[in-house]
């Protein structure tokens, strides 16, 4: 597999959030930070594109653990555990923590499920290629 990029996300990594009133999610959209405390954490909504765990072909690893916890439909994750590759269902009201190379998919067509991902204001990511 080969290693195809390093990003860094700098603090502060989210927009300017209104306090005190509902944000707007922008619908079937792959990724959407909303908010943040700046040098701790941000969040947003994952509504992954691919369909399978075989339309994967790169999976990306943070310098930190990603918390993902399922809102709606079916969201998936393809995760990379002692050169293995295994698929992790997300059910609802059950979080995972992820510290591992991963990508995500929905099984019933592109952003059909969307999680929530609380990360850190700041890291690194690492992206490499299955293929």
């Not at 922008?26 to 405390?37: A, I, S, T």
């Not at 993902?68 to 002692?82: K, P, Q, R, T, Y």
């Not at 293995?84 to 591992?100: G, N, Q």
Request: hydrophobic share 35%; charged share 25%; net charge negative.
């Amino acid at each position: 597999m080969e290693k195809l990029k390093t990003v860094k996300t700098q603090s502060p990594s989210f927009p300017d959030a209104k306090q005190n009133v509902p944000l707007c999610a922008e619908n079937k959209k792959l990724w959407q930070v909303f908010c943040g405390d700046k040098e701790h954490w941000r969040t947003g909504l994952y509504s992954p594109e691919a369909d399978s765990a075989e339309s994967i072909d790169t999976l990306e690893k943070h310098s930190c653990s990603e918390f993902f916890i399922l809102l709606s439909g079916n969201v998936s994750l393809l995760i990379e555990e002692n050169n293995t590759l295994k698929t992790v269902v997300l059910e609802p009201l059950k979080p995972i923590l992820v510290d591992t190379w991963h990508n995500g998919f929905c099984p019933k067509g592109k952003n059909s499920g969307t999680a929530l991902v609380v990360e850190r204001d700041e890291f690194t990511t690492e992206y490499k290629s299955l293929r």
